[in-house]
């Protein structure tokens, strides 16, 4: 190997470009990031039972070898996807100056009302996060919650003291407690916004207008102001 010589390796030139080491490493991310897009979509598509190897490796002119090469198992596979489609995702705090201005409820509600208009956008993610919290194996669920403990991808902490800070949030409740329940219930609402649209039969209330779901986020609001809001 190059690194066991015992004399030094000669100059390169400015435009030589990387070490060869170098170069490959970062082919393998290229293609470790690759193969993770390629998932997200097929996840997405067919689900995760659904969901073969193979069909990734074959979207990508690729071996299946090869997949499992970067990924040792599709579980594996599925859990890249999923923090991949989390890390799209906007957190609590990066909501518009104005908007965290009115404060801590408004912010919740402003992230609420654009779950459909984002879903529009780019299904693609919610679609995976939705895999990931009905669909997958328990071991897989494992390591997703133990992803959403360590890297805390929405700022849902530091959201909660933004609202304790300006005397809108309860402090007399444990903060980790209305981070659970701020995690926990916001990810039902999205659920049963987007579902039938990501999922159909997943939740059965077909047919709901924007305006209804609207009027379901300003119930939940009401809700939320109730359980852990100022008095």
Request: no cysteine; glycine share 8%; net charge neutral.
């Amino acid at each position: 190997m190059t690194a066991q010589r015992s004399s030094p390796a000669p100059a390169t030139s400015a435009g030589s470009g990387p070490p060869a080491g170098r170069r490959r490493q970062a082919r393998g991310v290229r293609t470790r990031e690759r193969i993770v897009e390629a998932a997200m979509r097929r996840f997405a598509d067919d689900g995760f039972h659904g969901t073969r190897v193979e069909v990734i490796a074959k979207d990508l002119g690729i071996s299946k070898a090869s997949v499992f090469q970067h990924f040792g198992t599709k579980e594996e596979l599925f859990v890249s996807a999923f923090r991949q489609a989390v890390r799209s995702f906007h957190a609590y705090l990066d909501a518009p100056r104005e908007v965290l201005t009115e404060g801590f409820f408004a912010t919740l509600e402003y992230w609420l009302n654009r779950t459909e208009d984002y879903i529009q956008d780019d299904w693609v993610p919610y679609r995976v996060v939705l895999l990931g919290s009905h669909a997958v194996e328990l071991p897989v669920k494992r390591e997703i919650n133990r992803f959403l403990a360590e890297e805390d991808p929405y700022g849902t902490p530091a959201f909660v003291r933004f609202g304790v800070e300006r005397g809108e949030v309860r402090d007399d409740i444990d903060v980790d407690m209305i981070v659970a329940l701020v995690d926990w219930l916001v990810e039902r609402v999205q659920d049963a916004l987007v579902a039938e649209e990501l999922d159909p039969g997943l939740f059965q209330h077909r047919g709901r207008t924007r305006e209804a779901n609207h009027a379901r986020v300003a119930q939940f609001m009401t809700l939320m102001r109730g359980a852990v809001g100022v008095r």
